[in-house]
């Protein structure tokens, strides 16, 4: 494989105890990407919590609540690097009441990978992860079926598996699937082949990151996409504006569009802060200068064809948090990209039902429900549907009395839906 050094981002998700920590944990130890010190604070707490000389599930439950449930309750996020790429990592929760910290793991991934128990199959909060994955826009799987040595590596039970994952995967419109027999525990096919699976001959599963595709999140085939996050002035006069640049390259020289005022104008030069640049690729972020005073500022968006939408209606797809169901009346705020504006559900069109993947008619949602809705917003907002654009495609709801945040929201329906 070429040095490519290219970044994949990817969240494990699944059930509880199903051993995500596990296989992460042990994904880290074997590539050697722990300190001494680290694995010495592992083995004490292991040795602690009286589980073993070595619990890997400690490497990434950091929290003193997720090693005393031997739950994992907050997104975990860790680096590694291989000599062919470098993976950030967000070991997701499984446990149904922290849903809504899965789907932020999952916001930003390339790839899922998946980690179920082969004596009990797809779970329903594994079928639940794997709706909220497709939702967010996340293409490809790869599914490490765990816990083989307790069905004595069995290629039966692994077939069985197989065939769940391979239905919902079709029904879920996942793009790629690499399906895997491991025992995390024992780093079975997690980093080396195993000898106890003579029957698979497919990758491991760091082999199998190593091969997948990457730098989904930020990339589409869709236009330039900058949300001005500041305006900067500059010494002797001038402004220049700030942001992340997503949905395709920005060069110095482009024509872009400044919306919502629809003011178009060209990229006069391009900085970051190792200096001035030809190019910035989506994922960077960058300070541009305009050859127009146009007025931009935070919450505006410059663009590039084709070019957005400037809307305060839109139908959406939402993931709903909140502990109380929702409520029309409910006074809330809406942040997108930069942007925050008071917002309404206006009405809600349907739930999903999980275990069918039907669309159900309802008067209200509850927590973890994906519902269809029409989202009215106070301001005009700058959007592309999500399945064109996961950064400008995508928003939160938020409580305008708690501040807590209710629902994570996908502009449009997804394609299974």
Known sequence: MPLTQDLLRLATIGSVDDGKSTLIGRLLVDTRQLFDDQLDAVAAASRQRGVGD???SFVTDGLRAER???ITIDVAYRYAATPTRKFIIADCPGH??????????ASTADLALVVLDVAHGLKEQTRRHLCIAALLGVRSLVVAVNKMDTVNWSAAAFASVVDEVETIAGELAFASLTTIPVAALWGDNVVEP???????TGPTVLEALEQSDANAWTTTDGGTRLPVQWVLRQPGGGRTYAGMVNGGALREGDLVTLLPANVTTRVTALHSPTGPLDQVDP???????????TGAGRGDMLAGNPLPTVTREFSATVCWFGERPLDPAQRLRLKHTTRVTPARVTRLEGVVDIATLAVHEADQLTTNDIGL?????????????????????????????TNATIAAGMIGHAAFL
Not at 96 to 105: K, S
Not at 378 to 400: E, K, M
Request: proline residues 2%; negative net charge.
């Open 194 to 200: 195993s000898g106890r699976s003579p029957w698979y």
């Open 54 to 56: 070595l619990d890997l």
């Open 68 to 70: 005393d449930q031997g």
């Open 283 to 293: 994922g960077l972020s960058v300070d541009v200068a305009l050859a127009d005073d």
């Open 96 to 105: 149904v009441q922290y849903t809504a910290n899965m789907a932020t793991g």
């Open 373 to 401: 809705v029409t989202v009215t917003t106070a301001d005009d907002l700058v959007v592309d549907d999500y399945r064109d654009n996961r950064v400008t495609g995508s928003f939160v709801l938020i409580d305008d009395v």
